[in-house]
């Protein structure tokens, strides 16, 4: 059981980094590709028009792209905050809906029958630590993969 969780782990680790490993060799081709751009840009302006123009000329195409960065800077911080927020209702709802289950509490008045009051509330007090780290851990997951402002 526990071989399939950590083949899975593996596989999705690996491709992890082979899609981040081509993201980065695009970043890197698409950095390359913008400065030879630019520096034809600025040779034609220069050419064609003089030093100001062609120095104006490329202070432009680099506005241009961080604006672009920026505003999509910008819809990733967004699309993360609503993700965060659909992730906490889908919480609150599962959380709701697992203890109105009446086979749920019927299973848990079983369990306390067979296994007694007096021994049920150590391990109740182990679980209830167990769900708080993990609460905690979760917490702290998507504060990180939030960006920073």
């Known amino acids: 059981m526990?071989?399939?969780?950590i083949d899975d782990f593996k596989e999705s680790a690996g491709s992890a980094v082979r899609l981040t490993s081509l993201a980065a060799a695009a970043?890197?081709?698409l950095l390359i590709t913008t400065g030879f751009l630019c520096a034809a840009a600025?040779?034609?302006v220069l050419e064609k028009y003089g030093p100001i123009q062609a120095c104006l000329t490329g202070a432009a195409i680099f506005f241009v792209v961080t604006l672009i960065a920026a505003v999509s800077y910008m819809v990733r911080k967004k699309q993360i905050q609503a993700r965060a927020e659909q992730?906490?209702?889908s919480a609150k709802s599962t959380a709701q809906t697992v203890?109105?289950?009446p086979m749920l509490v019927a299973a848990g008045i079983q369990v306390v029958r067979a296994i007694g009051v007096k021994r049920l509330i150590p391990i109740l007090a182990v679980g209830g630590l167990?769900?708080?780290l993990m609460a905690s851990r979760a917490q702290g997951r998507?504060?990180?993969e939030a960006p920073a402002e």
Do not use: T, Y
Not at 2 to 5: D, L
């Open 142 to 144: 998507d504060e990180s």
């Open 2 to 5: 526990f071989q399939r969780f």
């Open 130 to 132: 167990a769900l708080g």
């Open 99 to 101: 203890l109105s289950d």
């Open 27 to 29: 970043a890197i081709a």
């Open 42 to 44: 600025f040779v034609f």
């Open 87 to 89: 992730a906490a209702k």
